[in-house]
């Protein structure tokens, strides 16, 4: 049964709609990317700057910055998803996210007010930092009575999603189902990463000769997916998991393989039919060289690749669905073959193995028609995706 995706909404450091969003990272710019010591060490981050809805008092319970970034993705769906709920019904949508720290940041700012007032705020509930508040507020606000739930498998918690949303309609328990995935800048990150020694000094260079971390990112990106014809459709979905080492990828990548070649397999597609393939690309030095390792071993250098990091941040349980998103915009409102370019402001790292990096102002002599997006997160969780225009 084929799947689409039938609107995307979605915000991150680029900007904060899909014209905005896809004009910034078509330029490299990586003006989204700012200075800050707010959560902990001096870093660069990918911060939504701009105003973000406000939650009304009767959702008090759920009021935290995670949920404004769902609430602020909604909003640019919001005819899609009445559409279907008035379609099918508040029984039949489904609703399944993505994320890794949900609102743990109101919880930061909560014990910071307890030390210093020896008492919680009135403003703060335990519900704000479950890891299904997302799910959980967005089923309260549009009155949804179908299945939902959070997944949270780390960096690639969006892109399980994915695959738990699919599964759902075809099993015939949901005719649409909301999927993404959010995730909000907070000090547990942050200072989780800088322990790893994981965080960039400076602007984070994926493939870069010169790369040695992340910037952390925060983003939110949802999807209306349903058995209803769209402008683009979910292909293939592959997974695998390699449990190499808690945090660090296995060096030859055989699982990897393994996601993007399931994902091919369950398209129906052979890897010299996708136009773009969007990298994990995390910028550390050792995903860097495996991601390269796998992708050449699969593609070699014919499809044009790119990390999206370098002008977001790894925006970790939100990144497989936002950049699955900029995949969307690719294929739906860009201007003919335009691609996303590797932005690291660095020189190339020869000892990797050698992929087709999009530079500023590459693009294809015809449309975009099928791009894939990898994922992958700690414990080996990996996952690839193959949607295309249609």
Request: with cysteine.
């Given at each position: 049964?084929t799947?689409?995706l039938?609107?995307l909404?979605?915000?991150?450091?680029?900007?904060?709609?899909?014209?905005?969003?896809?004009?910034?990272?078509?330029a490299g710019d990586r003006s989204g990317?700012?200075?800050?010591?707010a959560?902990?060490p001096?870093t660069?981050?990918?911060?939504c700057?701009?105003?973000?809805p406000e939650?009304?008092?009767?959702?008090?319970?759920?009021?935290?910055r995670?949920?404004?970034?769902?609430?602020?993705?909604?909003?640019?769906i919001?005819?899609?998803?009445?559409?279907?709920?008035t379609?099918?019904?508040?029984?039949?949508i489904?609703?399944v996210?993505?994320?890794s720290t949900s609102?743990?940041?109101s919880t930061e700012l909560?014990?910071?007010?307890?030390a210093?007032h020896?008492?919680?705020p009135d403003?703060?509930?335990?519900?704000q930092?479950q890891m299904g508040a997302?799910?959980?507020f967005l089923r309260?606000?549009?009155?949804?009575t179908?299945?939902?739930?959070?997944?949270?498998?780390?960096?690639?918690?969006?892109g399980k999603a994915?695959?738990s949303?699919?599964?759902?309609?075809?099993?015939?328990?949901c005719?649409?189902?909301i999927?993404g995935?959010?995730?909000?800048l907070?000090?547990?990150?942050?200072?989780g990463?800088a322990?790893?020694?994981?965080?960039s000094?400076?602007?984070?260079?994926?493939f870069?000769?010169h790369?040695?971390g992340i910037?952390?990112?925060?983003?939110?990106s949802?999807?209306v997916?349903?058995?209803?014809?769209?402008?683009v459709?979910?292909l293939?979905i592959?997974?695998s998991?390699?449990s190499?080492?808690?945090?660090?990828?296995?060096?030859?990548?055989?699982?990897?393989?393994?996601?993007?070649k399931?994902?091919?397999?369950?398209?129906?597609?052979?890897p010299d039919e996708?136009?773009?393939?969007?990298?994990h690309?995390t910028a550390?030095?050792?995903n860097d060289?495996?991601e390269s390792?796998?992708?050449?071993?699969l593609?070699?250098?014919q499809?044009?690749?790119?990390?999206s990091?370098?002008m977001t941040?790894?925006?970790?349980?939100?990144a497989?669905?936002l950049?699955?998103g900029?995949?969307?915009?690719?294929?739906?409102?860009?201007?003919?073959g335009?691609l996303?370019p590797?932005i690291?402001?660095d020189a190339?790292d020869?000892?990797?193995a050698?992929?087709n990096l999009?530079k500023?102002?590459d693009?294809l002599?015809r449309?975009?028609?099928?791009?894939?997006s990898?994922s992958?997160a700690f414990?080996?969780?990996?996952?690839?995706?193959v949607?295309?225009?249609t």
């Amino acid at each position: 049964m084929t799947l689409y995706l039938n609107d995307l909404g979605l915000l991150c450091a680029a900007g904060n709609s899909k014209s905005e969003v896809i004009k910034h990272l078509l330029a490299g710019d990586r003006s989204g990317l700012i200075e800050t010591d707010a959560f902990g060490p001096v870093t660069l981050v990918g911060q939504c700057t701009f105003d973000l809805p406000e939650i009304d008092s009767h959702y008090r319970i759920y009021r935290c910055r995670n949920n404004q970034l769902l609430l602020a993705a909604l909003s640019q769906i919001r005819a899609t998803v009445k559409k279907v709920i008035t379609k099918f019904g508040a029984d039949r949508i489904g609703i399944v996210l993505g994320t890794s720290t949900s609102g743990v940041r109101s919880t930061e700012l909560a014990l910071d007010y307890l030390a210093e007032h020896a008492s919680l705020p009135d403003q703060f509930h335990y519900k704000q930092q479950q890891m299904g508040a997302g799910a959980d507020f967005l089923r309260a606000y549009l009155e949804l009575t179908g299945p939902v739930y959070t997944i949270s498998t780390a960096c690639s918690s969006s892109g399980k999603a994915f695959a738990s949303a699919r599964r759902l309609l075809n099993l015939d328990l949901c005719d649409a189902v909301i999927v993404g995935g959010a995730d909000s800048l907070c000090s547990l990150t942050i200072n989780g990463f800088a322990a790893l020694e994981s965080l960039s000094t400076g602007y984070c260079k994926p493939f870069g000769l010169h790369r040695n971390g992340i910037n952390i990112g925060e983003a939110a990106s949802l999807f209306v997916l349903s058995k209803e014809p769209g402008p683009v459709a979910l292909l293939g979905i592959g997974a695998s998991s390699d449990s190499y080492h808690f945090s660090a990828p296995d060096p030859v990548g055989t699982a990897v393989i393994t996601a993007m070649k399931k994902a091919l397999n369950d398209a129906g597609k052979q890897p010299d039919e996708v136009d773009y393939l969007n990298l994990h690309g995390t910028a550390t030095v050792l995903n860097d060289a495996m991601e390269s390792k796998a992708v050449n071993a699969l593609f070699g250098t014919q499809v044009a690749a790119s990390s999206s990091k370098g002008m977001t941040g790894h925006t970790l349980g939100a990144a497989a669905a936002l950049e699955l998103g900029f995949c969307w915009m690719l294929l739906t409102e860009n201007e003919l073959g335009a691609l996303i370019p590797n932005i690291n402001d660095d020189a190339p790292d020869t000892d990797l193995a050698p992929l087709n990096l999009v530079k500023k102002g590459d693009k294809l002599e015809r449309s975009v028609n099928v791009c894939q997006s990898n994922s992958f997160a700690f414990g080996g969780n990996n996952l690839s995706i193959v949607i295309a225009r249609t």
